[in-house]
């Protein structure tokens, strides 16, 4: 569910960062907007400036007693964006004008300048400004710029400042909210596929409900679990039958195997056979045996790579188990050119381990006996027995040329043509007890092998 909770978090993270732009967004546009507030008030402010400056430049004629203009004054009205003017002398009547089109009126009456003074003059935005007796007014285009009379109480514009810190925090809870809510649905569209996937990787069976966003997810998982669990029942029944037809086929040679080991002992022991005969008498004996002891390893690794062997575990000491493993060998007639020192440390002495006895002793005698098999000429075998980190070691080396690599390298292969029958048996008794048995390079690149148990007998 971690990664769950990472997904989750990752998203609202996101979530959160494209606020977050969108804030900032919204910020740079109202600095946008208020700057170019700020320089509409300031071109008003500027127009302002330019009518007063028209307004000085415009004067009455002394000899014909009209309002004219001079060339500076024209020159500053040129520039300007305004587009007709006019000034309306003190008994209404229009005394200068500047490009005044025809429509517009020659004459006004008060009520009539009260009307456009603050609005429109025939669908032009105006600006008047007072210059001495006269009243100048300035057109502005109307595909350019666009009149509104708005009245604020001085309350609310004190209050604008609150206004916008107000909506600033109701946007950002409303955005809050939307993101736990996405969230919290995201979190619960995909809690059922991350339980599925780990029911799935522990292969158990599968059935999500398939609606919502994870609709067609849930079917495909849903789809993988059918086909994992048909597939896993395939396997169990093949390798039921694989562990049966070895458990039968060792029990029908058991016994013919049986009567031809015991007619070879009684063909050694026979007094009518001669030596040389008795000698192949023995070679039948032996050979049939290692092919008995062969069978016995193949059953046992069979039943234990498929959790089919019953293991009958116990408190018992390693250390005790080695020696009378040791002493076992030694009793059922050891060859003198064969010698096995054991080595126990202090630690390992006190020890205890929670194992099958037998099977315990079955991995020990076949890394010894694996020893004394391929080294036909004699050999010294060293046995040390060591505890370390929670974990009881047992290191088999000798005198011989030790393990091939090549063996090794063929120990998990289950179709490898190398015979090591009695490794693999091994391999799977250290297994079954949570341990491994693995294998220490020589200097002339052959190996050594190890057994690793845990420590400890469980609680309760």
């Not at 007693?65 to 009547?93: N, R």
């Not at 979190?187 to 999500?208: D, F, N, T, V």
């Not at 289950?414 to 491994?436: C, F, N, Q, W, Y």
Request: hydrophobic share 40%; net charge neutral; with cysteine.
């Amino acid at each position: 569910m971690k990664s769950l909770f990472k997904i989750i978090r990752r998203y609202s993270v996101s979530a959160g960062l494209i606020v977050a732009v969108i804030l900032a967004s919204n910020v740079a546009v109202m600095v946008f907007l208020g700057w170019l507030t700020t320089r509409d008030l300031q071109r008003q402010q500027n127009s302002r400036t330019v009518m007063e400056q028209i307004g000085s430049e415009i004067a009455e004629n002394s000899e014909t007693g009209e309002y004219v203009i001079s060339e500076d004054g024209l020159d500053i009205l040129e520039q300007t964006a305004f587009v007709w003017a006019m000034a309306i002398a003190p008994d209404g009547s229009v005394a200068w004008e500047w490009k005044l089109p025809q429509n517009i009126p020659r004459s006004y009456t008060i009520q009539d300048v009260a009307s456009f003074s603050r609005w429109y003059l025939e669908d032009y935005p105006v600006r008047v400004w007072r210059s001495g007796p006269l009243l100048l007014v300035f057109a502005s285009d109307p595909a350019l710029e666009s009149r509104h009379s708005l009245f604020m109480s001085l309350e609310f514009v004190g209050n604008i400042p609150m206004y916008l810190k107000t909506l600033l925090f109701v946007n950002i809870l409303v955005i809050l909210l939307f993101i736990a809510g996405f969230g919290w649905r995201f979190y619960r569209a995909l809690k059922p596929l991350a339980e599925g996937i780990e029911q799935l990787a522990q292969e158990q069976p599968l059935s999500l409900k398939e609606k919502g966003i994870t609709a067609e997810l849930s079917g495909k998982l849903n789809h993988a679990s059918a086909v994992l669990q048909q597939q896993s029942r395939k396997l169990e029944q093949r390798d039921e039958a694989r562990t049966k037809w070895i458990s039968g086929v060792s029990h029908d040679i058991r016994t013919p195997l049986s009567l031809i080991v015991g007619y070879a002992d009684r063909l050694a022991e026979s007094e009518s056979l001669n030596e040389e005969e008795k000698a192949m008498a023995r070679t039948i004996q032996r050979q049939s045996l290692i092919i008995r002891q062969l069978i016995q390893d193949l059953n046992l690794t069979s039943k234990l790579a498929y959790q089919s062997q019953p293991l009958q575990k116990e408190a018992c000491a390693p250390a005790l188990l080695l020696r009378e493993c040791v002493a076992d060998l030694y009793n059922e007639g050891l060859n003198s050119n064969v010698a096995i020192t054991v080595t126990v440390s202090k630690q390992a002495e006190q020890a205890q381990i929670y194992a099958d006895a037998g099977l315990i002793r079955r991995a020990l005698r076949n890394l010894i006996g694996n020893s004394i098999r391929h080294n036909p000429d004699g050999c010294t075998i060293e046995t040390a027995l060591f505890a370390s980190s929670g974990k009881i070691f047992c290191k088999i080396c000798d005198s011989g040329p030790g393990i091939p690599e090549q063996i090794v390298e063929d120990l998990n292969k289950p179709d490898s043509e190398v015979h090591i029958m009695g490794l693999r048996v091994t391999a799977e008794i250290a297994k079954a007890h949570g341990g491994v048995l693995f294998f220490r390079k020589r200097a002339s690149g052959t190996y050594d092998a190890e057994l690793m148990i845990p420590k400890g007998i469980p609680k309760g």
